[in-house]
């Protein structure tokens, strides 16, 4: 449950409803989980280690910082799949 990184997880949040987890890796890479299933549901490649990673109050964008530091902001769509999608940054 919850595999799918390629390396150390590095940060962590769950979303404020507790139906969401973010996770960011030295992989580069953002993963967002259905807590209930534990299955990825989206995925963002950051270009560095993603050492930080925090939820909106709303649970309706992400934060995170990268190894390079750089900041992204983004808006996941719990339905969206698994996909390589770049963050804005």
Do not use: I
Not at 26 to 38: C, E, I, P, R
């Amino acid at each position: 449950m919850f595999a799918g990184h390629n390396g150390a997880v590095l940060a962590c949040a769950l979303s404020p409803d507790g139906s969401r987890l973010l996770s960011g890796g030295d992989d580069h890479f953002l993963k967002l989980w259905d807590v209930m299933t534990g299955r990825q549901v989206g995925e963002y490649w950051a270009g560095a280690a993603v050492q930080a990673v925090a939820w909106d109050p709303f649970g309706e964008a992400v934060g995170a910082g990268d190894a390079a530091g750089r900041l992204y902001l983004l808006e996941p769509q719990l339905n969206s799949g698994p996909g390589r999608n770049s963050p804005r940054s």
